[in-house]
């Protein structure tokens, strides 16, 4: 059975940080493309940062600079960095596990950036 499943997802001011981890299971982890999206209220879910088996990445350009997406394939866990937040980012992050159509999503996790 496959799993997916986020974590480290708050509240924080901005210009503050916050670091999420998705750890999945039951997929030969280091061979799937791993990726980022959020959803905002009233908001088609958007792309947020991918990063494929070889380890390129693609950042969607509103976090260009400011979050960096990485993975650790022993651990079967990706992580999203993500600095300077703003209250834009503001979200729901969902993790996706992709090598053919649909993938794997997790549930998410709530980022609230906010005063």
């Known amino acids: 059975q496959v799993q997916v499943v986020e974590s480290g997802g708050g509240l924080v001011q901005p210009g503050g940080s916050l670091r999420l981890s998705c750890a999945a299971s039951?997929?030969?982890?280091?061979?799937?493309?791993m990726g980022w999206y959020r959803q905002a209220p009233g908001k088609q879910r958007e792309l947020v940062a991918t990063i494929s088996r070889g380890d390129n990445t693609n950042y969607a350009d509103s976090v260009k600079g400011r979050f960096t997406i990485s993975r650790d394939n022993a651990k079967n866990t990706v992580y999203l960095q993500m600095n300077s937040l703003k209250p834009e980012d503001t979200a729901v992050y969902y993790c996706?596990?992709?090598?053919?159509?649909?993938?794997?999503w997790g549930q998410g996790t709530q980022v609230t950036v906010s005063s």
């Open positions: 996706w596990a992709y090598r053919a159509t649909p993938g794997y």
């Open positions: 039951g997929i030969f982890f280091s061979s799937y493309t």
